[in-house]
């Protein structure tokens, strides 16, 4: 009879470990696409002396469930606290952390683009492959909202302080549905705020929250109810942004009457008459102007 060796579970194991590792945070994987987009918005990355250092990600303890999703995709030993304090919003904030510790692990998610330190201008969409889809909806489930307005419109919106996460969302969702978006920092705080209603909130939630997918579940809740939403009988959808073409403002000068300048471009009379006042007070170049 052949001995048993004991390291032999020793070894498996270890042999076990090396092959999760190697797939760990392979952007490719959707799991890990959304994991890494919710850790960039959400997420910490500290450096201590030495080796030392942690990834930590605190969010309210409502949404715990998701940390423990990240800690079963995670192969390397981390652990989830909670704790309650005093913050500008509540007297009695109770949240959970996700902290990870390994040097490996933290070197991997840092080379993947979540800098040391302070980050909120600093993230970028990944630059090797990745599930966008996933990632965005991480971004969204991070630092973003989706749901019904108090009138009852549909809306999916972020807010991030990174120009290239706000515009690779604008870039991404327009393939989606169509609508063009473009970002400018707000005068208060110096943020965008990206926000989609109507059907292009709709079509953003139902492809970003497919079924099965990892995510909030209250979020993933709040997007599958805008499946059944219809526009109300009466409210007409916004009419697209239209630029104005030479041939169009030369017609307008020559008619001089924005009323019926609308009806051979149609437009709408309000817009012909704040462009004809544009043309004429010289805030746009009259046509053939040098």
């Not at 696409?33 to 309210?60: C, P, W």
Request: aromatic share 10%; charged share 20%.
């Amino acid at each position: 009879m052949a001995e048993h060796d004991p390291n032999a579970l020793a070894l498996f194991d270890a042999g076990l470990l090396a092959r999760r590792t190697s797939g760990f945070m392979d952007l490719t994987d959707p799991d890990y696409s959304y994991m890494f987009g919710f850790i960039q918005a959400d997420g910490h990355l500290a450096a201590g002396t030495g080796r030392k250092g942690r990834l930590t990600v605190e969010i309210n303890v409502r949404d715990i469930a998701i940390l423990r999703e990240f800690q079963q995709l995670t192969p390397y030993n981390s652990s989830i606290t909670e704790r309650v304090r005093a913050t500008n919003f509540s007297s009695s904030h109770h949240s959970a952390t996700w902290t990870l510790c390994s040097l490996e692990a933290r070197t991997m998610i840092n080379e993947l683009g979540i800098p040391y330190g302070h980050k909120s201008r600093r993230i970028k969409p990944p630059r090797v492959d990745f599930s966008p889809r996933d990632y965005l909806r991480g971004v969204i489930d991070a630092d973003g909202s989706i749901g019904l307005t108090g009138q009852g419109f549909p809306f999916v919106s972020l807010t991030t302080a990174s120009t290239a996460v706000g515009a690779y969302l604008c870039f991404y969702a327009k393939k989606v549905t169509g609508t063009r978006r473009t970002i400018a920092r707000n005068s208060r705080d110096g943020v965008y705020n990206v926000l989609y209603t109507m059907e292009a909130a709709v079509m953003l939630a139902e492809h970003f929250y497919y079924p099965g997918c990892l995510a909030l579940p209250r979020k993933q809740t709040s997007a599958t109810s805008l499946s059944a939403w219809q526009r109300p009988p009466g409210l007409r959808p916004r009419a697209k942004n239209r630029r104005w073409k030479p041939w169009e403002d030369e017609l307008l000068l020559r008619s001089d009457d924005p009323a019926a300048a609308a009806v051979e471009l149609e437009r709408t009379a309000a817009s012909c008459s704040v462009r004809l006042w544009r043309l004429k007070s010289g805030q746009v170049p009259a046509p053939g102007a040098s």
